[in-house]
């Protein structure tokens, strides 16, 4: 869409607004703002307002068909004068490549508007000013007067609110949008799309076909049903949230004496070593001895508890404070050019390219309730710290001025993510779905250690979001089922490492905006990939047992797809042996 006034020259896409889960970006030139366009995430609808823009020009040579509200072909020639149109677009968007996809689109504007056909191009001309135009993307073409009808209510914010039923641990979230009716007589409630980990634990209505069955947008995360109304919520069951297992008494083949020995060997390892000058492996070294202060605890063990303790609370005021550039790395900052708190180091491209933050706050946050929970006197000394990492990455706050409302959480979409900005053609990224489960499990106890409840619904709300995603997008475990969503798409763990035997693949290494992919940035090996969802080994992860038939699948499916790998390997003469036996066995 080129608006006629347009300097293409200086021409540029600003950021004019936003709200939980839309955007409102603005196309403009040195002089003007030439057209504002709307996004909500679940909306088929895009919506455009052009100011003192009179006339603009669509331009597609994929245009097949151009159709009224009876669905029949106009513009052939010359002009027509009306308030809506259809547009056919066909394309190549398919796995072959060929030119047979069919999309559809629905053109709601001001009475008096013309349409001109202009070779490949149409023109559009308004009759006045301050004019607009929504474009609904239908699923087929005979739903153009639904998408018509309800084309005039122009979505001006979005709200997402949760709700936690303490009394029967349960997590509703709500979503809601507004909207402002441009054209008087029209309908103003607007369609919202729900994605399968929403509409799978909600009770809101669906738009349906004659067929009885849900009208559907097939998407490359899932089946998007289509929810006619400017509101609806999903809840989820909390099954609670423990820092480490208790002693498992009643296992016939655990030794209490090989636990003590594991214990000592691991604090006399622990004791001599335990600074690393990267935020991320410091929490790497971090978790074990925050999961030793634990089991030591429970062994009795008082005497080693209390020394780890102390190491973990060394390494927590280290990094938590600042004694000047001789204390390189061993700090947090809060980067004016991101307006986030960012660490130096290795970092994982954290103060490059804001990537990973609830990856590596996790890392401090949840060792930061555990020694909280021994020691009153941290969280006075340096629990505003703790939080200022918490609101960097998972802020609950809509109204704070210095950090963001959930910097990683897709609120709509139910995960997080990853990837920073996101300059990605196939959007943002995560690989991790565990240490995201992590960062959540450790607001949750930070929210019970310290008595805040705002905190502790947020990391409920979080985990159980995440979870949930998880379960759909990471490992679909709904496939074959009553519930399937087609989350994947069809050939996807078809002939796995080029084995005709191998037709299964039960997991994705990482999910993107727009795809999924079975490799890591790291390995390519089946253990990472699939092991890169199970760390750190915490009870936060107790939720890949909550459906035991269908982990156990997953992990036999897995045994057959490294035997694939392996194979392959071996077919060329190379050598990736399997590993990560301290997460998989």
Same mark, same amino acid.
């Given at each position: ?12 896409? /600003? ?28 909306? #088929?609808?895009?919506?455009?307002? !052009? ?15 151009? !159709? ?43 009475? &008096? ?5 202009? &070779? ?70 607007? !369609? ?59 296992? *016939? ?12 060997? !691991? ?29 030591? =605890? ?8 209390? /020394? ?14 600042? =004694? ?20 130096? *180091? ?30 009153? %006197? ?18 609950? =706050? ?11 959480? =897709? ?7 990853? &990837? ?25 106890? +930070? ?13 409920? +709300? &979080? ?10 997008? +990471? ?14 798409? #069809? ?6 490492? *080029? ?48 459906? /035991? ?12 797809? %490294?035997?694939?790998?392996? /194979? ?16 998989? +066995?």
């Amino acid at each position: 869409i080129l608006p006629e006034n347009l300097d293409t020259d200086t021409a540029c896409d /600003k950021v004019a607004g936003y709200s939980d889960f839309s955007v409102t970006a603005q196309l403009a030139d040195d002089d003007h703002v030439a057209m504002t366009s709307t996004f909500v995430k679940g909306s #088929p609808y895009i919506y455009n307002e !052009f100011g003192d823009t009179e006339a603009f020009t669509i331009s597609s040579s994929s245009i097949t068909s151009i !159709f009224d509200g009876n669905g029949k072909e106009i513009l052939a020639s010359g002009s027509v004068t009306t308030d809506h149109i259809g547009l056919e677009i066909t394309d190549d968007d398919n796995k072959d490549k060929t030119k047979t996809s069919k999309s559809y689109y629905c053109l709601s504007v001001p009475e &008096g508007t013309v349409f001109k056909k202009v &070779g490949n191009n149409i023109k559009v001309q308004f009759a006045n000013k301050n004019s607009y135009m929504s474009v609904g993307t239908m699923t087929s073409k005979d739903q153009i007067e639904k998408f018509y009808k309800h084309g005039y209510a122009f979505v001006d914010k979005t709200s997402v609110t949760y709700n936690y039923d303490d009394d029967n641990a349960k997590m509703t979230s709500d979503y809601k949008v507004t909207t402002k009716v441009k054209r008087t007589g029209f309908n103003d409630t607007t !369609f919202m799309c729900m994605m399968p980990h929403q509409w799978k634990y909600s009770d809101a209505s669906y738009k349906k076909a004659e067929s009885g069955k849900a009208l559907i947008y097939s998407s490359v995360h899932g089946d998007l049903r289509i929810h006619e109304g400017n509101e609806f919520n999903y809840t989820q069951k909390f099954n609670g949230i423990i820092p480490q297992y208790t002693t498992p008494d009643e296992s *016939g083949s655990y030794d209490i004496e090989w636990m003590y020995a594991y214990l000592k060997q !691991f604090t006399d390892s622990a004791l001599k070593s335990y600074w690393v000058a990267d935020p991320y492996w410091q929490g790497k070294k971090s978790h074990p001895i925050t999961m030793g202060i634990l089991i030591a =605890d429970q062994l009795g063990e008082y005497e080693t508890r209390d /020394k780890l303790i102390s190491v973990l609370r060394k390494i927590m005021e280290n990094w938590l404070t600042y =004694d000047g550039e001789e204390d390189f790395p061993y700090y947090m900052y809060y980067h004016t050019s991101w307006d986030a708190v960012s660490g130096d *180091g290795g970092d994982h491209g954290m103060a490059i390219n804001l990537s990973d933050h609830h990856f590596l706050w996790a890392y401090f946050i949840f060792p930061a309730a555990v020694l909280a929970s021994y020691d009153s %006197q941290f969280v006075e000394d340096y629990g505003d710290m703790v939080e200022l990492l918490i609101r960097d990455a998972m802020n609950p =706050d809509k109204d704070d001025e210095l950090l963001p409302y959930m910097r990683n959480f =897709d609120v709509y979409e139910g995960h997080s993510w990853a &990837g920073g900005y996101g300059d990605n053609n196939s959007g943002n990224n995560q690989e991790s779905a565990s240490e995201a489960t992590f960062a959540w499990a450790g607001l949750y106890l +930070w929210g019970l250690v310290t008595g805040n409840n705002t905190y502790r619904d947020a990391g409920i +709300w &979080g985990y159980t979001s995440e979870v949930d995603a998880i379960e759909q997008y +990471w490992f679909n475990m709904d496939a074959g089922t009553e519930l399937d969503s087609n989350n994947w798409a #069809p050939g996807y763990g078809t002939d796995v490492y *080029g084995d005709e035997d191998c037709d299964v693949l039960p997991y994705t290494g990482m999910v993107w905006g727009l795809g999924y992919t079975n490799g890591t940035y790291f390995s390519g090996n089946p253990c990472c990939i699939m092991g890169i969802h199970l760390l750190p080994v915490t009870p936060a992860i107790t939720y890949m047992g909550y459906r /035991k038939n269908t982990v156990d699948n997953i992990w036999n499916q897995y045994e057959q797809i %490294q035997k694939a790998y392996q /194979k392959k390997l071996e077919k060329n003469g190379e050598s990736d042996p399997e590993g990560w036996y301290h997460i998989l +066995w």
